[in-house]
């Protein structure tokens, strides 16, 4: 009598394609990408630029062979005083919610110059939920256009890049119009320094408002 060999056979089977596709997941490369952004007033134009981009990023990321598994999360900051200093977006794999969470962000508040920078870095680098150990790359975008806020006993820029590389994330920054008209020693210059830290790339976004 065969059948019950047939179905231990097939049970067996099943179980092979199963750790067939877990080694397979295993294999491909992970990826954690995550952005922190300026949202206060003078950000919309480049919100709407991040929004554009995202998905292209992802999506040419994601063309790689084998594709990586990319998730996606993001932090956004503005001052004290406004309607929020920081909003956590956990990762996620869900590429199309993250964009749409992108383009729910609007900018507002603001007007005072310098921002919440050095709370946003903070959350971004120990609140998302990074991947542990160095099988999984962790790119982190810092995007804004004023320089940090000082307040006393707050979380230092510097601090927080070194962190982050010893966590194996690596920080590129992106300075956004505006930046440049202050000092370059608080602001062009810190997120310079911000990238050299933290192993990263710096460099400027330009958009057609």
Known sequence: DTKPTDAASG???????????????????HMDLAFCIDTTG???NEIDQVKSKVKSLVAKLASGKPAPIVRV????YRDRGDAYVVK???FT???DQFVKDVSDLKAAGGGDGPEAVNQGLHAAVNDLKWAKGDATAKLLFLIGDAPPNTYKGDFAWSDEAKHAIASGIQINTIACAGLEVYPQEQGVEV????????DGQF????YHA
Do not use: F
């Open 203 to 206: 460099d400027t976004l330009t």
């Open 88 to 90: 956590c977006y956990p």
């Open 93 to 95: 794999e869900d590429i």
């Open 191 to 198: 997120w310079k320094k911000i990238a050299k830290l933290a």
């Open 11 to 29: 049970d067996n089977k099943t179980a092979e394609t199963k750790q067939a596709v877990v080694k397979k997941e295993q294999k491909r490369p």
């Open 42 to 44: 003078s950000m919309q």
């Open 73 to 76: 999360g993001m932090v956004a």
